[in-house]
């Protein structure tokens, strides 16, 4: 009993040697909201004490202050941004590029936090690598690696501290009274030439509106279809008059009920795709929208109940 508990411990630390590394607290953040980064430093460089930490800011991380350490001198490097980040209603064009704290003492077998806040612009997302330099009384280690394609931080010996963005919302279309939001739509398999297309209109206004179908670049067109028992057997068909929306009404497209059918795709769609697209209505015209691809059979980003039947596109495919 107590060999496996020391088996697990023995695998659990081998697997884990990020308790050796320098990491940001908060490892996870979203696009378009403030960051506040604790760097991690658990250890010196063989044994000597810890005399400085320098990180670089990487792109996308705007309005960095760090905070001073009582017994460290404090330095920054500023510098213009590739882009311009707007930070509550300010355009930001440059900042602090990088962040030196030095002369303070952490011994080897000690613990300490260095601390930063900034801005994380609204259109970044994915991994963003703070490349830190620890300077010890003897040596220094360098955390500056950055995995390559395919390869993963934990076969690096020196990662840099990473912080992953999850993507921001996009912002919903707004087209006279008419507020088109979350369009999605799904990968699609290979050979495939039908993809589907999700989303929610809402009618602010004081008059029905149609969604007719739409267009994009993809594929050959859009249309408005529906789902349908038949016979005790799910099936699609085309809504030829569109769709209506009432005045104050929200209509959502979903997996197994209306939705758009992308037909006559010219490649396959994969997931993290984004589908430019045009939407067609009969009052307020041509409509810009652009579907987010998730992956094969993903629900719907808002809960949904998980009960829908799924739509066969097989028997689609072959009725066009
Ligand atoms: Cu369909």
């Not at 953040?29 to 403030?34: E, V």
């Not at 604790?38 to 990487?58: A, D, F, W, Y």
């Not at 009920?257 to 209505?281: C, E, N, W, Y």
């Not at 059979?297 to 739509?311: C, D, I, K």
Request: glycine share 12%.
């Amino acid at each position: 009993m107590s060999r496996i508990i020391l088996a697990a411990l023995a695998a659990a630390c081998l697997s884990l040697p990020a308790h050796a590394h320098i990491t940001l607290e908060k490892p996870d953040a979203n696009a378009g909201q403030p960051y506040k980064g604790v760097l991690r430093v658990g250890h010196g460089c063989e044994g000597t004490p810890t005399i400085s930490l320098s990180v670089q800011i990487p792109d996308g991380l705007a309005g960095v202050k760090p905070m001073p350490k009582a017994g460290w001198t404090l330095q920054t490097e500023q510098g213009a941004y590739p882009e311009a980040v707007t930070v509550s209603g300010q355009k930001l064009t440059s900042g602090t590029r990088r962040i030196t704290w030095s002369g303070g003492r952490v011994l080897d077998s000690e613990y300490d936090e260095f601390v930063f806040v900034g801005q994380l612009a609204p259109g970044v997302s994915g991994a963003l690598y703070l490349p830190a330099v620890q300077a010890c009384e003897k040596g220094e280690q360098r955390w500056v690696e950055i995995p390559a394609a395919g390869q993963s931080a934990r076969d690096l010996t020196y990662p840099a501290p990473v912080l992953r963005v999850a993507a921001s919302e996009p912002k919903a279309a707004q087209s006279g009274p008419l507020r088109i939001e979350q369009a999605w739509s799904r990968a699609t398999p290979g050979g495939a030439n039908i993809g589907v297309g999700y989303l929610r209109v809402t009618n602010t206004g004081s008059t029905p509106d149609r969604l007719l179908g739409g267009a994009t670049d993809v594929a050959s067109r859009i249309e408005t279809h529906d789902m349908k028992m038949e016979d005790g057997v799910m099936k699609m068909r085309a809504l030829t008059q569109g769709i209506e929306i009432a005045p104050g009404a929200t209509i959502e497209l979903k997996p197994g009920g209306m939705h758009l059918m992308i037909v006559g795709l010219k490649q396959g769609l994969k997931a993290g795709d984004s589908v430019p697209a045009t939407l067609r209505f009969e009052k307020a015209g041509v409509v810009p929208v652009t579907f987010n691809v998730l992956g094969m059979g993903a629900p719907a980003p808002s809960a949904t109940p998980a009960s829908e039947p799924e739509m066969d596109h097989s028997k689609h495919m072959q009725a066009k």
